[in-house]
């Protein structure tokens, strides 16, 4: 019995493995946190880009005076590399006295920031007078 206590003292005084327990608790926390920044980072660039791709054919149809059709199709060329995971839906509208763009779609998160928030609804609007 003695033998069997004098050992478990010298395994809580034994350091070895500790850093690896240590680890091993906080790296999900850390790789949760790092995806999650990542992905919201890549959220922002995603309304960036459809941002300036709005804004570009609404200033296009504007200057160069563009139907509605081909305001639609300049908006939806550029926007052809971010829109593989759901689609953009994309309208123009000439007024007698402006050009208005919207495109609008669904983000869809890769590391979903919680249950509750797995995408969040894009929805865009650009307008230029004539």
């Known amino acids: 019995m003695r033998r069997l206590v004098l050992r478990l003292r010298s395994f ?25 920044a990542v992905d919201v980072g890549r959220y922002m660039w995603t309304l960036n880009t459809m941002q300036y791709a709005i804004d570009e054919a609404v200033r296009a149809g504007a200057v160069q005076e563009l139907t509605d059709t081909q305001i639609e199709a300049r908006v939806t060329d550029a926007l052809v590399p971010i829109s593989g995971g759901s689609p953009v839906t994309v ?13 609008s779609s669904t983000y869809q998160f890769f590391f979903p920031i919680s249950s509750f928030l797995s995408g969040a609804d894009i929805s865009l609007r650009s307008e230029m007078p004539f």
Do not use: C, H, K, N
């Open 12 to 36: 809580r005084a034994d350091q070895r493995g500790a850093a690896a327990v240590e680890f091993a608790m906080i790296a999900p926390v850390f790789f949760a946190l790092l995806l999650s």
């Open 91 to 103: 309208l123009a509208a000439s007024g007698s006295s402006s050009v208005t763009v919207t495109a």
